[in-house]
């Protein structure tokens, strides 16, 4: 059974660094895209960084700067660097994953930033 399983969310002060990482376990096989997404409390979920089996990436306009998304294809492995954090930041964060066109989502991880 394939999973992601997300670690390093937490509470840190306005300013701070966090770093978040998601590990799939259950295959062999090397995720295709990868990302991490957000959802605040009452909005809908969003995209906050997105990287690719060539190791490309993309970022959401409200975090290109302060974060880093990057993998770890042997550990099967995805980090978010997360730096400058500010109030609006924080949100439950999900890892995502694309297997075989098949998408897999991880329980999410609690970030709070207080300002």
């Known amino acids: 059974q394939v999973q992601l399983v997300e670690s390093g969310g937490g509470l840190v002060q306005a300013g701070g660094s966090l770093r978040l990482s998601c590990a799939a376990s259950g295959t062999i096989f090397s995720f295709n895209t990868m990302g991490w997404y957000r959802q605040a409390l009452g909005k809908q979920r969003e995209l906050v960084a997105k990287?690719?089996?060539?190791?490309?990436?993309n970022y959401a306009d409200s975090v290109k700067g302060r974060f880093t998304i990057s993998r770890d294809n042997a550990k099967n492995t995805v980090y978010l660097q997360m730096n400058s954090l500010k109030a609006e930041d924080t949100a439950v964060y999900y890892c995502?994953?694309?297997?075989?066109?098949?998408?897999?989502w991880g329980q999410g991880t609690q970030v709070t930033v207080s300002s």
């Open positions: 990287i690719f089996s060539g190791r490309s990436t």
């Open positions: 995502n994953g694309d297997l075989f066109r098949r998408d897999y």
